[in-house]
């Protein structure tokens, strides 16, 4: 059974990404982190929003940074962790201080879409809390080699 599943998907699980296509990505993240950074500079909204998408735009740019570089080991697991205290953090202050949220289920009471809709972005802010944490005991103490 394996060999038939890996002889219909061989073409489309590669085994090792290529640097090209990982270095490329990279550069896509880089740049989605600049234009964040652009709107974030020249969006006359409040303040607020614009600390916001500076976080987003940091947490875009280490990202790209990390595949460009190919960073591995302590340096891999601080980027990492960077990222995911910043995710985290997003999904705390929408959990907590965010406001309205929209959309959501049809057919339910919007207090339940929004109740729902919180503790969601508090359950994958736990979430990525504590991969930051996993990232940060990798950065103390990196796994035998």
Do not use: E
């Amino acid at each position: 059974m394996s060999q038939l599943f890996s002889f219909c998907y061989a073409h489309l699980m590669p085994d090792q990404p290529d640097n090209q296509q990982r270095r490329n990505m990279g550069m896509v993240a880089i740049g989605a982190a600049g234009v964040i950074a652009y709107l974030a500079c020249h969006d006359p909204k409040a303040l607020q929003q614009r600390q916001l998408m500076i976080v987003g735009a940091v947490i875009f740019a280490l990202g790209g940074v990390q595949l460009v570089t190919n960073a591995q080991g302590r340096w891999s697991a601080l980027m990492g962790g960077v990222v995911c205290a910043g995710m985290s953090a997003l999904g705390f202050y929408v959990a907590f201080f965010g406001g309205q949220l929209r959309g959501g289920i049809p057919f339910i009471p919007d207090a339940w879409n929004q109740t729902f809709g919180k503790v969601l972005f508090g359950f994958g802010a736990c979430l990525t809390a504590a991969m930051a944490l996993w990232f940060f005991y990798r950065v103390i103490k990196p796994p035998p080699k």
